[in-house]
């Protein structure tokens, strides 16, 4: 079935790392993505990785990919406020649209 | 910003009546999908458009259509609107159906009454 899981909430202290974890259900996955969501708003691509890949750093951010747990995580480095938001892993995919199937998504919120 | 537009950003309707829902398209990006995004949930896939056809559909009832149009504009038609239809709809753009990046609009936020 299409079901990928995330934790609902996490709250972390500025400037400390922000870990959010994601499962994933299809292991023919092709690619894995991370979006942001700010209230009221439209989702941010944040970064994705391809699935032979185990880790891809962006700036402040490190998505890790264990493909044998189907388990994906983003770690944000020194989390600002800005970065309270609503984090969606998705997942593309392999049938023939090619859609994408996110998860429920993680409430991160940043204490100043 | 993505550069997809969708239009209107805010709508009210009340049961039963029908709503039409736009998405532009950046040039090259000949597929476009819907997702229906209810309050605390992640989106789900509504269908996908590519070159004009309906390429595959979520589960969603027919009372959720869709239209491409040549330069790849595209439209979410629902009709008979329920309660439960009240959510963020979000349009992404993408060039080709292998593409590996959707690019998402800003969504159209839909309250039924």
């Known amino acids: 079935g299409e079901d990928v899981e995330q934790s609902l909430f996490l709250s972390v202290r500025e400037g400390d790392s922000s870990v959010i974890n994601c499962t994933y259900t299809?292991?023919?996955?092709?690619?894995l993505y991370w979006y942001k969501q700010e209230p009221g708003a439209g989702l941010q691509l944040l970064t994705y990785?391809?699935?032979?890949?185990d880790m891809k750093q962006d700036q402040r951010l490190t998505v890790l990919l264990n493909k044998k747990d189907k388990h994906l995580s983003l770690r944000i480095a020194d989390t600002q406020t800005g970065d309270s938001a609503i984090y969606f892993c998705?997942?593309?995919?392999?049938?023939?649209?090619?859609?994408?199937?996110f998860g429920t998504g993680t409430r991160l919120k940043v204490l100043a | 910003e993505t550069g997809v537009t969708q239009s209107p950003t805010h709508l009210i309707k009340t049961r039963g009546q029908q709503v039409t829902l736009r998405c532009s398209s950046q040039?090259?990006?000949?597929?476009v999908s819907w997702y229906q995004q209810a309050l605390g949930q992640g989106p789900q896939f509504i269908f996908q458009?590519?070159?004009?056809?309906?390429?595959g559909r979520g589960n969603f009832p027919p009372r959720f259509s869709g239209l491409q149009f040549p330069n790849y504009s595209s439209e979410l038609n629902v009709n008979a609107l329920e309660l439960d239809d009240s959510a963020l709809y979000l349009c992404?753009?993408?060039?080709?159906?292998?593409?590996?990046?959707?690019?998402f609009g800003p969504g159209t936020r839909l309250t039924v009454l």
């Open positions: 998705a997942e593309r995919d392999t049938s023939g649209t090619y859609k994408y199937i």
């Open positions: 299809d292991s023919s996955s092709t690619y």
């Open positions: 990785i391809f699935s032979n890949m």
């Open positions: 040039s090259g990006h000949n597929t």
């Open positions: 458009y590519y070159r004009e056809e309906e390429n």
């Open positions: 992404a753009n993408q060039a080709g159906t292998f593409a590996d990046t959707q690019y």
